[in-house]
């Protein structure tokens, strides 16, 4: 588990309520139920409008994904390319078809069943290219859920502002009901623009981080068995790809 994730937010609400309270703010005042009613619900409600049912569920699952760590691009990827090679070199492209499945990545195993069935090398490549296109549009895609709340919550903090403005016009001649329309007005606002540079966006920047990783991952696995279709030797394709774990494996670190 990425536990970076969980510690920058609670990191981020402490510094802020912690500056608040440094200034001479009373800490329970930061909690308004209505502001929080109108900028979350109407976030979300405007990021629905925009999707389907379908990506907005798909971009509320990968959320997920910002509580993982990355995949890494590591040697004993490599090391297990290597393995099918020789495997492949001795004895065929056949013997993929009671290669053990366990344990290997779903567009690895796709790789290796077209293989098995002795497609040509430009034929494997268009498909798993395709299914990497496909796996980029979708989960992009889906990620963007994220950005597009990032975008719309400040803009419900300030309506939840305008809306505190208006209780507050409609009962000027009730002192007692001036704080709470008050509070809410500017505390919409917080919420709106904390949720949003704290929150939605970085869970968006995550995310995509996250699904870059696991492109770099997969397209390891595509230059490999590419070389492997192409009947390489082992020694040829780990000289030609570990030069490409060690430029992603430096990319994922930074």
């Known amino acids: 588990m990425d536990l970076l994730t969980l510690f920058g937010a ?6 802020i309520v912690a500056g608040f309270s440094l200034e001479g703010g009373h800490f329970t005042s930061l909690f308004q139920l209505e502001a929080f009613v109108i900028v979350v619900g109407g976030t979300f ?18 959320l997920r994904l910002a509580f993982v760590k990355a995949r890494q691009v590591d040697r004993e990827s ?39 069935n002795g497609v040509s ?20 895609a889906a990620a963007r859920i994220w950005q597009q709340a990032g975008g719309y919550a400040p803009t419900f903090g300030i309506l939840g ?21 008050i509070a809410v007005a500017f505390v919409a606002t ?7 540079n704290l929150v939605f966006l970085p869970l968006y920047g995550k995310i995509r981080a996250q699904v870059d990783s696991e492109l770099r991952f997969r397209r390891l696995y595509l230059d490999g068995l590419l070389a492997i279709s192409r009947k390489e030797s ?15 494996s430096a990319e994922l670190l930074g």
């Open 10 to 15: 609670l990191f981020g609400v402490t510094a």
């Open 45 to 62: 409600g405007a990021v629905m409008i925009q999707n389907t049912w379908a990506r907005f569920y798909d971009g509320l699952k990968q």
């Open 78 to 116: 490599l090391s297990v390319l290597l393995e099918w090679g020789d495997q492949a070199k001795v004895s065929g492209m056949l013997v993929f078809e009671s290669i053990e499945a366990g344990g290997i990545n779903p567009f690895a195993k796709r790789g290796l069943e077209l293989l098995a």
């Open 121 to 140: 090398t430009a034929v494997l490549e268009d498909a798993l290219q395709r299914e990497l296109d496909a796996y980029e549009r979708n989960h992009m």
């Open 161 to 181: 502002a305008v809306l505190g403005l208006i209780q507050v016009t409609g009962h000027m001649l009730e002192p007692a009901q001036l704080g709470q329309g």
């Open 190 to 196: 917080l919420y709106g623009l904390a949720l949003a």
């Open 234 to 248: 082992p020694h040829t394709i780990e000289t030609r790809l570990a030069g490409d774990i060690r430029e992603r």
